[in-house]
């Protein structure tokens, strides 16, 4: 079967603490991943995507990095956090590679920078 | 500048109503578009995908899209409490190519009550 995970699923980090999200995928190859963030109350902005292992595009820039260490592997890192690195971080994928490449969203990271 | 425009809401209707939720787009290469449901505090669901002219039917879900007034519309019937959420409208603009990426909107909260 097709599963997207995420880990963790909540995370509570200090300013200027490091950070190490992850989403692993299971039942295709290859697949397309998204890094999402969507701050409180509003929509989802763009962070990260990677067509395969250890490509990686960046839409805006910020204090976040992001890694495609294995094909079903997606991680999203910082090395200091900022406060306004708050939000609910989502790891996106497309299973089916078709006519509407359909994307579909990980279960989420709610992280709280204090 | 990309986007996809919804009304914040909130869009209140009565249990057995139809609720009608509308989105537009600027980029008027824009080849597909989603909407997703997400409940307070989780991650979005993909409900419904359309990419041709007309309406497309799944349910009590209906998504419209008018690509030359470029418009796309989600109609709910029999609305129910648990529709009660928000609805992000998607598009992917013909620039993202085989990186598949979508623009959200900012969401529109709809409220069913009983």
């Known amino acids: 079967s097709q599963t997207i995970h995420q880990w963790p699923a909540t995370l509570v980090q200090p300013v200027g603490s490091p950070l190490s999200l992850e989403c692993t995928v299971e039942?295709?190859?290859?697949?397309?991943l998204y890094w999402y963030r969507q701050a409180a109350g509003r929509g989802l902005q763009l962070l990260f995507y990677?067509?395969?292992?250890?490509?990686i595009s960046s839409e805006v820039p910020q204090n976040l990095s992001a890694s495609r260490p294995q094909d079903r592997q997606f991680i999203l890192s910082s090395k200091k956090l900022l406060l306004s690195d708050s939000g609910f971080y989502l790891c996106a994928w497309i299973p089916v590679q078709g006519s509407y490449n359909e994307q579909f969203f990980g279960p989420g990271t709610r992280l709280t920078v204090l | 500048q990309k986007e996809v425009e919804q009304n914040s809401g909130p869009l209140s209707v009565p249990e057995g109503a139809i609720a009608s939720l509308n989105c537009t787009y600027s980029?008027?290469?824009?080849?597909?578009f989603f909407w997703y449901r997400q409940y307070s505090g989780k991650s979005p669901e993909l409900i419904m995908s359309?990419?041709?002219?007309g309406d497309k039917e799944d349910g009590r879900f209906t998504a419209q899209l008018n690509k030359a007034s470029q418009y796309v519309s989600l109609l709910i019937r029999d609305s129910q409490p648990s529709d009660s959420a928000t609805y992000l409208c998607?598009?992917?603009?013909?620039?993202?190519?085989?990186?598949?990426?979508?623009?959200f909107g900012a969401g529109t909260r709809l409220a069913v009550h009983p």
């Open positions: 990677s067509v395969g292992i250890g490509q």
């Open positions: 980029d008027r290469g824009s080849q597909s």
């Open positions: 998607a598009g992917r603009p013909l620039f993202s190519g085989g990186y598949n990426k979508l623009i």
């Open positions: 359309i990419y041709s002219n």
């Open positions: 039942g295709t190859s290859n697949p397309n």
